[in-house]
């Protein structure tokens, strides 16, 4: 299905010295061969399954971790049961040596069980871990300062179905191969995406199989195709996702690890627009077609083409909502939205 897919643009020879803003603020993906191949973590991977296990072990401080659970049976892909009721896999909180006890018992089995520990934190996790393996997005000059969250993913040969995130995101592969297929956010509508408010993992999800796309069910799935970019990485290697890039994420080894760094390219105080979306399902799509049309063009006006021109014929101080946002702004909007909701 995807021997003719673009590859994903690479650049060699890029260290962690030398993460530049060109690339942490690229609307492209770019692969990054080797960007964390110093890692010891990574040095223990490249010996083996066993010694990278074993390393993850040194920095295990008896912490808990949310670990989804899925029967061979499912081949890895962690999805919805049949009709979309509910879920193929079981989600339990578990000491995070014992998934690792799992993936080390099973690691020869020929269809094994799927084990699958996704977005924890490293330092509640493991800490310590990034003292020895971490990047400092920071080197930049002329971007805000970044913070970034950083989680680390576990489990041996998983499937996650193609999603979006709103931060950009640099995942390192520390242990293991993962494939990356990835579409443009214009794709939305080829991808036949789920539920947005009952999903296997927090985001909306494909339901299209990638493994064996039913293409008289997602007939546009092929133009998707189209316009997808794939990579596949190695242990050390790294790939940048830009903001709201669709990812299907294939894990190929019966160990893997990733370490991923999330942060947003626009305020703390800003809210999540998938909040945004849910309102606007709720109270204006179903309007008359008319109304959704003059609602288009009120936010068109106001959000998507704004440019300050929209209040420039108020009194500055009296454009309230309609001057630039800080922090207290966005804190009495917020509560004046939620006393409104309450009624």
């Known amino acids: ?82 009709d979309l009721s509910g879920f193929n896999f079981s989600s339990v909180r578990v000491k995070f040596d014992a998934v690792l006890d799992a993936l080390r018992d099973h690691q020869h089995d020929e269809n094994p069980p799927a084990f699958y520990v996704g977005s924890t934190t490293v330092d509640t996790c493991l800490p310590g871990f990034r003292a020895e393996n971490d990047l400092d997005l920071n080197l930049a000059t002329t971007a805000p300062a970044r913070d970034p969250l950083v989680s680390i993913w576990v489990g041996n040969r998983t499937r996650i179905p193609a999603h979006f995130d709103l931060p950009d995101n640099l995942a390192c592969i520390a242990a293991g191969r993962r494939r990356f297929t990835l579409f443009p956010p214009e794709q939305l509508s080829n991808l036949y995406v789920g539920p947005l408010d009952f999903t296997p993992a927090g985001q909306a999800v494909s339901l299209v199989d990638f493994a064996c796309p039913d293409f008289e069910k997602f007939p546009r799935f092929s133009t998707a195709l189209e316009h997808a970019q794939v990579a596949e ?106 006393n409104k909701m309450k009624r």
């Open 233 to 338: 990485l190695q242990a050390g290697d790294a790939l940048f996702i830009p903001s709201m890039w669709w990812h299907h994420v294939e894990a190929l080894s019966s160990f893997n690890v990733l370490v991923n760094y999330w942060w947003r390219q626009s305020p703390d105080y800003m809210d999540t627009p998938m909040n945004t979306l849910m309102f606007a399902l709720m109270t204006m799509r179903d309007l008359p077609p008319a109304q959704r049309l003059a609602w288009q063009e009120i936010f068109r006006h106001y959000v998507f083409e704004s440019d300050g021109e929209e209040a420039r014929h108020i009194p500055q101080q009296a454009r309230r909502m309609l001057e630039p946002f800080d922090s207290d702004t966005a804190r009495m909007l917020r509560a004046h939205l939620l």
């Open 1 to 82: 299905m995807l021997a003719n897919v673009k590859p994903i643009r690479e650049i060699e020879g890029v260290g962690p010295q030398q993460l530049s803003d060109e690339i942490l603020m690229s609307t492209q993906p770019i692969v990054l061969r080797g960007l964390v191949a110093s890692w010891p973590m990574v040095c223990a991977a490249q010996t083996s399954e066993q010694a990278a296990n074993a390393y993850l072990r040194r920095f295990y401080r008896d912490a808990s971790v949310n670990a989804m659970h899925g029967m061979p049976e499912i081949g890895g892909r962690f999805f919805y049961n049949e």
